[in-house]
C-alpha cells in the first residue's frame, strides 16, 4: 500500500477514556495502526472536547455541527435519540454538512487516498461525495440500523444506490445484511466481515452462578421488555438480573420493574464501562439477549456484546434476530430462541440453572466459536480489503 493515510469516519466512538460509548470503531482503528497503516479519524464534536487529538497512536479530528451545548444528536445512536427528542432531527442536516466539510478539508491537508465509513449515513454519504470530487478509495462497513432503516423511507433505496455505487469495497457485519444489500444494488461485491472482540480480555473461569446479565442500550431493538417479562414469570427468587445500559426507554423499563415488584430481582447499573464492564461480564452465570425487529425494521447486525460474553465462556441465551443467528448454534455455544418470546427466554433460563452439563458445555464452545472474531483477525480481513 503506497499511501498509508486513511481517513476513518464515524459516529459512534468513546469520548474519552472509560466512556460509555461503544469503542469497536477505535478498536478496529488500532488494529490498522498495528498493520501499518497511519489512521486519522473523523468524529462529531461533543460538549468541552478538543478538535483534535492523538490518542493510542491514532490522530482524532472532531468536528462541530451545532452551538455547542446543544449538540446532542450523535453520541448514543442518532435514531435512538431522536425517538426520545423529535427536535434532533432539525440537527441532522448540520451534521452531515459539517462532516462533509471537514472530510474534504482532511482529505486535502493529509492527502489521504483511502476513506473508510462506517453506516451508509451520514459517513457513507459524505465518503461517497468525497470520491466523485477526489477519485479517492471509498471502503464503507454497514452495521444494520443504516440500512434497515433507510429502506423504510422516502427515497432511502436511491440514497443507498448512490452511496454504493461510490465505494470500491462494502462490508456487512452479518449475511443477512449482505443479502439484503445485494437485492437492492443487483451487485454481488459485497464482503462480510463483523466486528471483534479482544478476546484476551475476557479469559475466565467458567463459575455458573444465578446472575442473569444483559448489557447493551435500553432501546426498542434490544428487548430488554421481554426480559423482564420472562423474569416475572421465574419463581426461583435467588436469580438476579442486572441490566448494564442506558437509554431512551430506561425510565419506562424501571417503571415496569416497580409495577411487577420485582426490585429484590432486578437491579438498573446504568452504563458501566472500562475494567468494571469486563468484570461484571467474566461474573454472571448466564447472558441474554433478547433482541428484537422493531416495527420500523430496525435490529441488530451482531452485537459487540454477545462476542464478549462468549470471549469469557458464558452461557448465552439469544434471540433469532440479525447476525445473532450466523454465530450461535443452538445446543452448542448458545440457546437461540425466538424474538419476542419471554416465555421461552423464562424457559430458556431455567433449562440451564437445571443442566449445569449443559450450561458448562455452552461456555467452552462459546470461547472456541468467538476465537474467529478475535481483533488480530477482523482487522487482518479489513487490512486486506483496504489495500486491494
Not at 489521504?112 to 468525497?130: D, N, Y
Not at 466486528?195 to 446472575?211: E, H, R, S
Request: proline share 2%.
Amino acid at each position: 500500500m503506497k499511501n498509508k493515510n486513511i481517513l476513518v469516519t464515524a459516529t459512534t466512538f468513546p469520548r474519552f477514556n472509560e466512556d460509555a460509548q461503544p469503542s469497536f470503531v477505535k478498536d478496529l482503528s488500532k488494529e490498522l495502526l498495528k498493520l501499518g497503516l497511519n489512521v486519522h479519524v473523523l468524529v462529531p464534536h461533543s460538549n468541552k472536547l478538543e478538535s483534535y487529538k492523538e490518542e493510542d497512536g491514532l490522530k482524532i479530528h472532531r468536528f462541530k455541527y451545532f452551538l455547542e451545548k446543544y449538540e446532542k444528536l450523535a453520541y448514543g445512536g442518532i435514531i435512538s435519540n431522536i425517538n426520545k427528542n423529535k427536535l434532533l432531527i432539525l440537527q441532522f442536516p448540520f451534521l452531515l454538512l459539517f462532516q462533509l466539510f471537514k472530510l474534504l478539508k482532511l482529505i486535502k491537508k493529509y492527502n489521504i487516498k483511502i476513506v473508510h465509513s462506517h453506516w451508509i449515513i451520514p459517513q457513507g454519504l459524505s465518503g461517497a461525495i468525497a470520491k466523485k470530487l477526489f477519485n479517492i478509495k471509498h471502503v464503507l462497513t454497514i452495521h444494520g440500523g443504516d440500512l434497515y432503516t433507510l429502506v423504510k423511507i422516502p427515497l432511502g433505496k436511491y440514497l443507498i444506490k448512490f452511496v454504493v455505487n461510490n465505494c470500491d469495497e462494502i462490508a456487512c457485519v452479518n449475511n443477512e445484511l449482505k443479502n439484503k444489500l445485494i437485492k437492492i444494488i443487483k451487485k454481488d461485491n459485497v464482503s462480510v466481515i463483523p466486528m471483534g472482540v479482544d478476546t484476551k480480555l475476557y479469559k475466565n473461569k467458567n463459575n455458573f452462578n444465578k446472575n442473569i446479565l444483559f448489557l447493551g442500550r435500553l432501546a426498542e431493538k434490544k428487548g430488554v421488555r421481554y426480559l423482564l417479562e420472562a423474569i416475572k414469570l421465574l419463581k426461583d427468587d435467588k436469580i438476579k438480573l442486572y441490566i448494564a445500559g442506558d437509554g431512551s426507554l430506561r425510565k419506562s423499563l424501571e417503571e415496569f420493574v416497580k409495577k411487577n415488584k420485582l426490585q429484590d430481582k432486578v437491579r438498573f447499573l446504568g452504563y458501566i464501562y472500562g475494567k468494571e464492564k469486563i468484570n461484571l461480564v467474566k461474573s454472571c452465570g448466564i447472558f441474554v439477549i433478547p433482541s428484537i425487529i422493531t416495527e420500523q425494521g430496525d435490529r441488530e447486525g451482531l452485537p459487540v456484546s454477545l462476542l464478549e460474553a462468549m470471549a469469557a465462556g458464558k452461557s448465552i441465551i439469544a434471540t433469532n434476530v440479525g447476525g445473532i443467528k450466523e454465530i450461535i448454534k443452538d445446543n452448542y455455544n448458545g440457546l437461540l430462541i425466538e424474538q419476542k418470546n419471554s416465555k421461552e427466554i423464562a424457559s430458556s433460563i431455567n433449562k440451564l440453572m437445571n443442566n449445569k452439563s449443559l450450561a458448562k458445555k455452552i461456555g467452552v464452545n462459546a470461547k472456541k466459536t468467538v476465537l474467529n472474531y478475535d481483533w488480530k483477525i477482523i482487522g487482518k480481513k479489513y487490512y486486506n480489503i483496504l489495500k486491494r
